[in-house]
């Protein structure tokens, strides 16, 4: 478990319920962990390289995820001193922890969701 510095504070302190809550929250909204799978699986990437990666993303969605999980201290953005100066966004080390979340959120899609086609047996 990671020291008290690289922990985030919550809002339901004493629910049994509060970490999966306060998980989900910080990352349930629709891009959040597509963003961190395509950072764990390429590390660190420009602005550009990271919406191709995602695909179907605008620019004003991706950096307002970008900027939200930079709050969240999932995300660094470090600017890279080149001509033209650019911007590189990796992940903090809490952000990587979250790996095997991820990890396991693809293990059950895979195993569980079907393809958008096949609605006989999908589960929307």
């Not at 100066?85 to 990587?96: C, F, H, I, P």
């Not at 393809?115 to 999908?122: M, R, V």
Request: charged residues 25%; aromatic residues 4%; hydrophobic residues 40%.
């Amino acid at each position: 478990m990671s020291d008290s510095s690289q922990q985030l504070e919550v809002w339901c302190a004493g629910e049994d319920w509060c970490p999966i809550t306060s998980t989900a929250t910080l990352i349930g909204k629709k891009w959040h962990t597509v963003i961190l799978h395509r950072l764990l699986a390429n590390g660190p990437l420009g602005f550009n390289a990271l919406q191709e990666e995602v695909g179907g993303i605008s620019s004003k969605v991706l950096s307002d995820v970008l900027e939200d999980l930079e709050e969240k201290q999932l995300l660094n953005r470090e600017i890279v001193n080149e001509k033209p100066v650019r911007v590189e966004y990796s992940l903090t080390e809490l952000g990587e922890s979250l790996e095997p979340v991820v990890q396991e959120m693809a293990k059950w899609g895979k195993e569980h969701l079907t393809a958008a086609g096949d609605e006989a047996d999908s589960l929307a």
